[in-house]
């Protein structure tokens, strides 16, 4: 959905700017933001992956002179922007998943696809890792943290499997223990059976939900008033997160919601990249 996140964040009528991009990924985001604000544009392309970081930074090398690539979590980003000496930004935006080269890279641990070391952070140099949880935490902890992050009914069942299976190492012995784990007969057409788990994984030892709770409002408080925020996310905890943060920043008299509802994308954006089909996008303009 790169072309409606940019169409919400650089109206047609608008130049140069200053803009985040709080999860730069890829840098495809990025790149777009300066093809269409032109080359007075500048960027600040956050990330706290330092991986992703080094190779967005050697991906856009021409456009050097207009991003600044900053590492670090976006829940700090009030403070990051301080030490840049940035001042009020004319456009945000955020993308919430998890970007392809992470997935497919299996020594980060991310994927039950392929056999990788139980790692999914983010940020390499955090202490607390996906093998931690499993392999330490109790089974009321592990139960609770599947159902709350996971919305998975199985929890139960699953967290006490995985206490029964313990030490588990990799990320294929993991998925084998969850397919193990839930009733027979159950209809797993739509999602493989350790979709729901993995991603409570990752977002408990990356603390995602925390970090964008703690974000949003700072990054409400660095758009001037006509601003926008997108932000692109891709299950229903994140996007409750956004929704509720609009709704309030909107009653106080700060913020107008531009999305209704979610924009969702095309059939054709889909059948092209099948993990955007949970994608959601709300923007918002900053106003006086």
């Known amino acids: 959905m790169v072309q409606e996140a940019i169409g919400f964040l650089v109206p047609v009528r608008s130049a140069g700017g200053i803009y985040l991009d709080a999860t730069v990924g890829a840098g495809g985001h990025t790149r777009a933001l300066c093809e269409s604000a032109g080359q007075t544009a500048r960027v600040v392309a956050l990330d706290q992956d330092a991986e992703a970081l080094a190779a967005a930074a050697e991906t856009l090398q021409e456009l050097a002179t207009q991003v600044t690539f900053t590492h670090g979590n976006f829940g700090q980003l009030g403070a990051l922007l301080d030490e840049l000496g940035m001042g009020p930004l004319d456009g945000a935006f955020f993308d919430l998943g998890i970007s392809s080269p992470q997935l497919e890279t299996a020594r980060r641990g991310f994927s039950f696809q392929a056999e990788g070391p139980l790692d999914m952070r983010m940020n390499p140099t955090q202490a607390l890792s996906a093998a931690t949880i499993v392999n330490q935490w109790s089974e009321?902890?592990?139960?609770?943290?599947?159902?709350?992050?996971?919305?998975?009914?199985?929890?139960?069942?699953?967290?006490?499997?995985?206490?029964?299976?313990?030490?588990?190492?990799?990320?294929?012995?993991?998925?084998?223990?969850?397919?193990?784990?839930?009733?027979?007969?159950?209809?797993?057409?739509?999602?493989?059976?350790?979709?729901?788990?993995?991603?409570?994984?990752?977002?408990?030892?990356?603390?995602?939900?925390?970090?964008?709770?703690?974000?949003?409002?700072?990054?409400?408080?660095?758009?001037?008033?006509?601003?926008?925020?997108?932000?692109?996310?891709?299950?229903?905890?994140?996007?409750?997160?956004?929704?509720?943060?609009f709704r309030q920043a909107a009653a106080a008299g700060t913020l107008t919601v531009l999305t209704r509802k979610p924009l969702r994308p095309t059939e054709a954006e889909v059948q092209a990249n099948p993990r955007a089909r949970s994608a959601r996008l709300r923007a918002a303009e900053r106003t006086g």
């Open 140 to 245: 009321a902890e592990l139960a609770d943290l599947i159902s709350r992050y996971g919305q998975e009914r199985w929890a139960r069942r699953i967290a006490r499997a995985i206490v029964q299976t313990r030490p588990i190492a990799t990320t294929t012995a993991l998925a084998t223990c969850l397919v193990r784990a839930l009733p027979r007969g159950r209809a797993w057409q739509r999602i493989h059976p350790a979709t729901r788990t993995f991603q409570a994984l990752r977002l408990a030892v990356n603390r995602e939900l925390e970090a964008l709770e703690t974000a949003l409002p700072q990054v409400l408080s660095r758009v001037r008033p006509g601003g926008r925020i997108v932000v692109l996310s891709y299950h229903s905890l994140e996007d409750r997160l956004v929704k509720q943060a």
